[in-house]
């Protein structure tokens, strides 16, 4: 099972939003990362069918997905940022009427709907109202939706905007829970939201695919390295404009800086682990021209 896109390009008014991208995904979870403005939610418009390349074609098991047509929609789930329910329905209408409206058999759909609220944690509250639920628990509904189908590729576009970190965790635990025999795109700006769940890593950046790979290899592949180093306040400027400062925490006449750049930036400077964070913000800072030492 794989999906591939080729030499995808969106052009609005002479401008690439989407830039040659060409990438082949297969089952795993998959994180697209990006800045927001990066091209990512119009790349998932085209992945979903809901847009139409200028250039380029993206296909399901070698097959045109605009062509495919029905038959790409049966093995597409899709929860968008901000999905539609009703607040005053209760899950189980409000999936039954889902399901209705993607043609699933009632019988077919009562089964997944039961096992699928089990999955998603929702089951003890059916009946209840949806604008009674937390942000969490509606994501969580969104995500039953959008697997209503048993999808073969699901794409979620910033799908924890809003949570608190505890619905975030139990969120990602779902995902992996789901990624066995699915291609799950999960698209998003913020980096712990795919680095410890994510089997391969996209780093977009003005329409462009920059990077891919898991995260151990993004950060092997990494030209500079983190360091750690104290120094007196009036030399702290100087010091911030030989790379990228991840941090910076004042104390009395010192300051606590950890920053990017090639070669130690002072005598006695601490080396410390790179993170994806790290590759995140080299990727991106790099291409908007911010001098980086390398």
Known sequence: MELSLLNVTKTYVDVNVVDHLSIHLQPGIIGLLGENGAGKTTLIRMLTALMKPSAGKICFDGKDIFKMDGDY???LGYLPQDFGYYPDMNPLDYLGYIASVKAIRP????RRIKDLLQVVSLWEVRKKKI??????????????QALLNDPKVLILDEPTAGLDPEERYRFR???CSLASDKIILLSTHIVSDVE???DQILLMHKGKLLDSGTVEELIQGMPICAWKIKVSRYQADSIKQKGIVTSSTQSH???NIRILCKESPIPGATQDACTLEDVFLFYNRKKENIHVVL
């Open 73 to 75: 929609r049966k093995v």
């Open 107 to 110: 019988a077919l759909a009562k």
């Open 131 to 144: 604008k009674k639920f937390s942000g969490g628990m509606i994501q969580r509904l969104g995500i039953a």
């Open 173 to 175: 635990q779902l995902l």
């Open 196 to 198: 410890s769940i994510a």
């Open 253 to 255: 006449e010192y300051e």
